[in-house]
């Protein structure tokens, strides 16, 4: 079946630096890619997408890369701030996720 | 506008017990889904519900049902439960006929844990 990994499990940047989290997929009928960020006590909310069509999206400090060749995925933080730390989740569709990262941003 | 509302937050239950999760969607909202996230893992998709009938299905066994009402709320149902149960269940909706129906508004889970 199809099959999402998603790398690093944990990551730490130093405030202001840029975060990276990679992903792969298995399906290559997989045509849309969302990012969900997961709070504690919260429930998880989208802060990106990407369609199959496009090969790059950005929103302020967040930005996603799709390379359909490879079958892979990122997503792009800049100029972290401590309010990124959280667990992000890709996913392709809207029902394979990945087993999450959890970022933490050191002061 | 309240978004996704799930019910219970926490519950306990017994190995064999049975359980019943609540969901009510995001106004406007008429499909739901639910997923189970592991500690320390992704979500897995475990059904989908639109228009009162389940139309997606993951690798979850029979023991897992659900339904859907006519106000778009769902409940998730899960029989003989297991150890392996316990896990955030998380709710997430979405509006099919819309520009982004891709795009799924989640609850914030009920945490069930099977002693």
């Known amino acids: 079946g199809e099959n999402v990994e998603q790398h690093p499990s944990t990551l730490s940047v130093q405030e202001g630096d840029s975060a990276v989290i990679k992903c792969t997929y298995s399906?290559?009928?997989?045509?849309?890619f969302p990012w969900y960020k997961q709070e504690l006590g919260k429930g998880s909310q989208l802060i990106i997408d990407?369609?199959?069509?496009?090969g790059e999206k950005k929103d302020q400090r967040i930005a996603v890369t799709l390379n359909k060749t490879a079958k892979h995925f990122s997503l792009h933080i800049t100029e972290t701030q401590p309010e990124d730390s959280a667990v992000y989740f890709c996913?392709?569709?809207?029902?394979?996720f990945g087993k999450g990262t959890r970022l933490h941003i050191l002061p | 506008d309240a978004g996704v509302t799930q019910s219970p937050t926490h519950l306990i239950k017994t190995r064999g017990q049975q359980v019943t999760l609540r969901c009510s969607p995001k106004?406007?909202?008429?499909?739901v889904s639910w997923y189970q996230q592991a500690l320390g893992q992704g979500p897995q998709f475990i059904f989908q519900?639109?228009?009162?009938?389940?139309?997606q299905r993951g690798n979850f066994p029979d023991r897992f049902s659900g339904h859907q009402f006519p106000n778009y709320s769902s409940e998730l149902n899960v029989n003989a439960l297991l150890l392996g149960d316990s896990a955030l269940y998380l709710c997430?909706?979405?509006?099919?006929?819309?520009?982004?129906?891709?795009?799924?508004?989640f609850g914030a889970g009920s945490r069930l844990t099977v002693l």
């Open positions: 997430a909706s979405r509006r099919t006929s819309a520009a982004g129906a891709n795009v799924l508004t």
């Open positions: 399906d290559s009928a997989s045509n849309y």
């Open positions: 990407i369609r199959s069509n496009v």
């Open positions: 996913a392709a569709n809207k029902i394979i």
């Open positions: 106004s406007g909202h008429d499909t």
């Open positions: 519900y639109y228009e009162e009938e389940e139309r």
